[in-house]
């Protein structure tokens, strides 16, 4: 018990709780607009998901570790200071790579080439995301691969159930409303993590605009997504 409790606070896996917002909006949706539902490919799409969460999220730990953005008194990610080792870490990347690929094998025996195929993309478009992430933030794109990721998890749910990729009329649309609220909660962590991101020279639209004047701009986007909502049908 020790060994799972350690590798989620780890992960800081209730951060990927946002996988619930794909899920719930993946399923409702494909059940009002598609009529379909599939519940056991969509946990197996959930747990890829968890799992492929948690490795981008060790990564990116490592690679800030690194490159020195975060130190020992400040850092609020403390995966490399007070939870596990570098060779903890290795260890947990290698855990997470075999269930994914142990995943997708089982996906390719009970539903076929076509499904494992598309569910391997899908792991790419996640991992990719990931790994372009930190660098991103230093040229002030972090908010393109965050917000791109989100709305593949929900993209990735929908077609669990419905086998297709929502691509037209409010489906769609709903890839809207995850990119304003997940783009809200993200410049969020950004007015938090000001002081440590100043210093590490990452663009964000705190250390950009300052701290007050992005809080207002953050309203702004909130009143936008309100907006958005109240006018999709």
Known sequence: MNIIKTYLVA???????????GFLMGTITSMVHS??????????????????????????SYIDFLNQVDDKVTAVDRTLFDVITV??????LKFILISIISLLTLTFYWYGYKESL??????????LC???????KYVGLGYLPFIYYHVSVYWFFYYSHSGYLPLTGPPFYYSFLIAFGMGNCLSGNYVRDYEDDKKAGIITLATYFGKNRAIQIIKFFIFLFVSFINNIH
């Open 87 to 92: 060779n903890h870490l290795k260890g947990y």
């Open 130 to 136: 990931g790994f372009t992430y930190t660098q991103s």
């Open 118 to 127: 598309t569910f391997f993309y899908f792991v790419l478009f996640h991992l």
């Open 35 to 60: 009529g379909s539902l599939n519940l056991t490919k969509s946990m197996i799409v959930c747990i890829i998901c968890f799992q492929t969460h948690n490795f981008v999220y060790l990564i990116n």
């Open 11 to 21: 992960c800081r896996s209730f951060i990927s709780s946002t996988i619930l917002n």
